[in-house]
């Protein structure tokens, strides 16, 4: 790979971030507070890539030895056919190009979420929780109703109805759980959420449905065969299906 193919690889890969940073196909790799920090990192890319190629295409100027008309690189002579060359692997680079242009995959879902235990597995603590949201039903996410239900035990939510959208996944005993993949930084760190549910139950649906559900705060408390961590449970008052979200991690 000489130096020209290095630039149009590093062309392709800057265009690449950048394109998955101006739409919302980053957000199924990273958190949404990285966008800027991966449109920056693309134009630096871009930038060095266009650089690089004007420096390798531009006339030689006078006096500037032409390729062969002295000593080569590395102490070659002339003619001798030993140009310089980077090591082949570098044309690996054109991989995550090809998997963000043409097969990116899916955000982390039902499979990812069965395979981990839920992300609250601390030892629960006593915590002070602002008030929920204005409102009624409440809208909060599938972590927060988890932790208030899971380390004060419900008491910052009290007979509130809450409403929170998650994504269907099978339980141990072939129960609907509801969940939401969480994100430290990135798709490779992401851990699942889980909450059971009570009361109206969406069953039959697949794995992977996303789901409104509006409820209250169940003192019911179960059990992750995965990790052994505490889940805790939604009493489901009503439901619907909806789409999925524009960025379904939390």
């Known amino acids: 790979m000489n130096r020209q193919a290095q630039a149009v690889v590093l062309l392709l ?3 690449a971030v950048v394109r998955a940073s101006v739409t919302d196909l980053y957000l199924r790799y990273v958190k949404e507070g990285l966008r800027p920090f991966l449109i920056a990192a693309g134009l630096v890319l871009v930038a060095t890539a266009v650089t690089t190629l004007w420096y390798e295409l531009r006339p030689p100027a006078t006096g500037e030895h032409e390729p062969g008309d002295g000593p ?3 102490g070659h002579e002339p003619g001798d056919g030993a140009g310089h060359h980077e090591p082949r692997v570098g044309w690996l680079l054109l991989l995550p190009v090809f998997g963000l242009l043409l097969v990116a995959p899916p955000a982390l879902g039902s499979y990812a979420a069965e395979q981990a235990g839920t992300a609250l597995a601390a030892e629960a603590q006593p915590s002070d929780y602002p008030p929920l949201p204005p409102g009624d039903p409440a809208p909060v996410t599938v972590l927060d109703y988890a932790s208030r239900a899971l380390f004060d035990r419900g008491t910052s939510i009290g007979d509130r109805r809450v ?13 609907p759980l509801l969940a939401r993949m969480v994100l430290s930084c990135c798709a490779a760190d992401g851990r699942p959420v889980k909450l059971g549910l009570t009361g109206d139950v969406p069953l039959g649906l697949p794995n992977d ?11 019911r408390v179960g059990r992750d065969p995965v990790n052994d961590a505490e889940i805790p449970y939604l009493a489901v008052e009503s439901w619907r299906e909806v789409p999925a979200p524009r960025n379904q991690y939390e």
């Open 209 to 219: 449905t996303w789901v409104e559900a509006t409820g209250r705060y169940s003192a």
């Open 13 to 15: 890969l800057g265009g």
């Open 163 to 175: 409403r929170l959208t998650g994504f269907i996944v099978a339980g141990p005993d072939g129960q």
């Open 72 to 74: 080569g690189e590395h």
